[in-house]
């Protein structure tokens, strides 16, 4: 079946610009998780979905971060004024409900990068 | 706060050696831990997860081992082969938290 699918896979963009990415899990998957991979800090954690709970939002760098999960399932993730310290590779995941395999599958990630 | 800590950063063997990377973590109190294989350019692969119950387990050339109490992970790969090349990366999800911390990975280079 289709993997965790991410948008754009490619994002360049000018200092103080905002930016969007995108994110569509796996159908049936209610836990969805963001990641930043970026050189000089490895992989993060940044927030966290599952169903119709509150977000886990304590990864999250600043307040230009946010991020939202329409109907249970696409996720955005938005950059508002962003930094060179953006740049990074931005990673979706996804799982089963709590309690089944917690196994996170991973998407292939958007690479962003502030001029 | 949670540390996961891998060890080599970097290794290189030939063709057919066994090997074993490390990854410990400071706080004992993990859900589970997950072993991840990423190759350049791409997203990451789970491997294998151990749950905090459990000891060991094994997928076919991959054997993980989990030792909650010291805090240690090895993954044993058995018979490498060039396109088992990639980074490895070990990921602990703490008890009441959903999130997953990683260490900084193991780049592994199998030289045919």
């Known amino acids: 079946g289709a993997g965790v699918s991410q948008s754009p896979s490619n994002k360049v963009t000018e200092k103080g610009k905002d930016v969007e990415l995108r994110c569509d899990p796996i159908s049936g998957h209610t836990a969805l998780y963001w990641y930043r991979q970026s050189l000089g800090q490895g992989l993060e954690f940044l927030i966290y979905?599952?169903?119709?709970?509150?977000?886990?939002k304590s990864g999250l760098p600043s307040d230009r971060f946010s991020a939202e999960r329409t109907g249970g399932s696409v996720s955005t993730l938005t950059i508002q004024r962003t930094q060179q310290e953006d740049s990074a590779v931005y990673l979706c995941?996804?799982?089963?409900?709590?309690?089944?395999?917690?196994?996170?599958?991973f998407g292939p990630g958007t690479r962003l990068t502030v001029l | 706060k949670q540390e996961v800590t891998q060890i080599p950063a970097a290794l290189s063997v030939p063709e057919g050696e066994n090997l074993v990377l490390n990854c410990s973590f400071t706080?004992?109190?993990?859900?589970?831990l997950q072993w991840f294989r990423q190759d350049p350019g791409k997203g990451l692969t789970s491997l294998l997860l151990?749950?905090?119950?459990?000891r060991e387990q094994t997928s076919g050339r991959l054997n993980a081992s989990l030792d909650k109490s010291s805090g240690r992970s090895t993954l044993y790969i058995a018979a490498s082969q060039p396109g088992d090349s990639a980074t490895y990366l070990c990921a602990v999800m703490d008890t009441g938290r959903r999130a997953l911390t990683f260490g900084s990975g193991t780049r592994l280079q199998v030289q045919p």
């Open positions: 706080d004992s109190a993990i859900y589970n």
């Open positions: 995941a996804s799982s089963l409900p709590s309690g089944s395999t917690d196994t996170q599958y």
């Open positions: 151990i749950q905090s119950s459990q």
């Open positions: 979905f599952q169903g119709n709970s509150a977000p886990d």
